[in-house]
């Protein structure tokens, strides 16, 4: 149960009958009602902002619609003590049995405790990583997959239907400098010597494979015959054999999408005339001259007559350019017939997850996504900001191997794929993150990977010395849930069962801002009330978690320990990190 969403029905039911009884205006709107944990936990269990944001319609001081309020949450059941703080915040604290209950549904529920009904199964697709397919992932791609797959998770958890995407740009310049540079080794491949490769193609050594490969199954076919000839064929074996690259990478990563969208395909059926026939029936495209954009000239600004897209009425800055004077589609129009696409493909709700550096294009498309769906869909655009790739603090520029970008495949192999995916996670997606390969495989607390696994070790080591030292303590979670928890009555005890009970909160709280870095936020502050506890049994025998002579207190103490391992696997299963049972 969560706990909060419970309390929260009960401040709007009592707010309901307050209107019903004349107290209150009729139909005040309580959407923004909350009931959260208090910031200080010396404050109470609950805290609820009710009378702050409903006073003002109400026509009442906060103050004085809090005190009304109170009195009537003062008799709810299991409440037991009321208090109003501030301009208006209502403080309550609980019947202790609230939090033992919580305790022991855990138990009975294991790792989807926390998973709810909230999304109610409703179609939602997650893009992301979609790199262009000229070569092996990067670090830098990396955060975006950890953060796209970690969302998708998240809100699997609570309910939503999630379809995980990739969308394959192969239908820019960049594929035809790919093709011609896979031409380059394919030459190679059959003996020819290339020498240097030319400025403008792709100079990296996992072509050579490529180049191998289609000689391998063409021969010397295409050698000597024009590019016109060539182009096409090889083009579309580079991007396979470069997709493939991805995949493997993505695999080893963990990462697995449910769909690969081709934005080739999706141009030649004719996908863009559609967006065009779409807007010019509403008369929403014309032929005009933009004003040059003030900084960096984007690449679809020309100063002669374009075909325009009224981008300003739904919410962008200027108007866009659909078709370039040469007559082929900007790289918008293209995005535009994907995500008009993925609406027709029942996606109301769309979340595109991109590099930083796709900053200035973010207005473009969610305008263009309110015009395509006529407001009925929606597009979050999650923006990932840099990567620093350190060691021992200093930047690791190119990579040893390759002397080029370092790839997200040597790092995996250096620190481990769970390393990589929790790392990742533990800023917010806009905030730059350093990655350091020396301090993410330090034991420290600052490690908040290492914490977190060591607080779920430190559970399962608890457990395998109660089954070795007292076997007639029954370990079974369903047994343990039917332990004594009344006997949990220290603060440290009372204070991390509390935090377990904000699991499902968190869950949906984190879900509905599409934010699953507050996942590995919360990991962190439960691995540290945890390890709290552990310290206070190091320090007061009466405090440990065995206790030979108390087998009823024992089996309390390791439900409490129980608990919070299935709360911290079950974060960790969101974030696609398998938890530890022993630290190496």
């Known amino acids: 149960m969560n706990v909060f969403r419970y309390f929260k029905d009960i401040v709007v039911c009592e707010l309901e009958q307050m209107a019903g009884a004349g107290e209150l205006p009729s139909g005040l709107d309580t959407a923004r009602v909350a009931v959260e944990p208090p910031r200080e936990r010396g404050h109470g269990d609950l805290s609820t902002n009710a009378a702050m944001v409903l006073a003002k319609a109400a026509g009442r001081k906060p103050r004085d619609l809090a005190e009304a309020l109170a009195a009537r949450l003062a008799e709810v059941a299991d409440v037991t003590e009321v208090e109003v703080a501030g301009p208006g915040f209502i403080n309550l604290r609980l019947d202790p049995a609230v939090w033992y209950a919580r305790l022991a549904e855990i138990l009975k529920e294991g790792t989807a405790y926390g998973a709810s009904d909230m ?30 797959d970690a969302l998708a998770g998240l809100l699997a958890k609570v309910g939503y239907k999630v379809t995980k995407e990739y969308y394959i740009n192969d239908a820019g310049g960049q594929v035809d400098t790919l093709a011609r540079s896979a031409y380059l080794r394919y030459r190679e491949a059959l003996g020819e010597d290339i020498g240097e490769i030319p400025e403008g193609l792709y100079p990296g050594d996992y072509l050579k494979d490529t180049g191998k490969a289609l000689a391998a199954r063409d021969g010397d076919k295409w050698l000597g015959k ?42 030649e059926a004719g996908g863009v005339e559609e967006v065009l026939k779409f807007l010019e029936a509403r008369s929403l495209t014309y032929t005009g001259v933009l004003e040059p954009p003030k900084g960096k000239t984007p690449e679809d600004w020309e100063p002669r007559p374009q075909l325009l897209f009224k981008a300003t009425e739904f919410g962008d800055d200027v108007d866009r350019a659909l078709k370039k004077s040469d007559g082929s589609w900007t790289y918008f129009a293209g995005d535009m017939a994907y995500h008009l696409d993925k609406f027709r493909r029942g996606f109301a709700t769309m979340i595109d997850v991109w590099g930083a550096d796709h900053g200035g294009y973010v207005k473009r498309m969610t305008s263009g996504v309110k015009a395509l769906t006529e407001g009925q869909g929606e597009l979050d655009v999650k923006l990932c900001q840099l990567v620093n790739l350190k060691r021992g603090g200093e930047l690791v520029k190119m990579s040893k191997r390759s002397g080029t970008f370092v ?126 506890l552990w310290t206070k049994g190091k320090d007061n025998a009466e405090l440990r978690f065995l206790l030979p002579d108390d087998p009823a207190m024992t089996a309390a103490r390791l439900a409490l320990v129980q608990a919070t391992a299935f709360v911290i696997a079950s974060g960790l299963e969101i974030f696609g990190v398998t938890p530890v049972e022993e630290m190496r």
């Open 119 to 148: 999304g109610a199964g409703e179609a939602v697709n997650v893009e992301y990583v979609s790199a262009n397919p000229t070569g092996p992932l990067t670090v830098g791609h990396a955060r975006g997959a950890v953060v796209g």
């Open 226 to 267: 024009d590019e016109g000839e060539w182009l096409p064929v090889v083009r579309q074996f580079a991007i396979d054999s470069m997709m493939d690259l991805v995949r493997a990478d993505l695999d080893f990563l963990g990462v697995h999408q449910d769909v690969f969208s081709s934005e080739r395909k999706l141009v």
């Open 407 to 532: 790839t997200l495949r040597e790092v995996i192999e250096e620190v481990g794929k769970d390393v990589v995916r929790f790392i990742m996670l533990t800023r917010k997606n806009d905030a730059t993150l350093d990655f350091d390969l020396v301090e993410v495989m330090e034991q420290s607390r600052d490690n908040p990977v290492f914490y977190v696994q060591y607080c779920h070790a430190r559970c399962c080591s608890v457990l395998r010395h109660a089954a070795a030292e007292m076997p007639g303590v029954s370990l079974d979670p369903v047994s343990l849930a039917g332990a004594d928890l009344n006997r949990l009555t220290d603060s440290g005890e009372l204070d991390l069962i509390k935090l377990l009970a904000e699991w499902p909160r968190l869950l949906e709280s984190a879900a509905d801002a599409h934010e699953p870095h507050r996942v590995a936020f919360y990991l962190y502050d439960l691995a540290g009330a945890f390890h709290g």
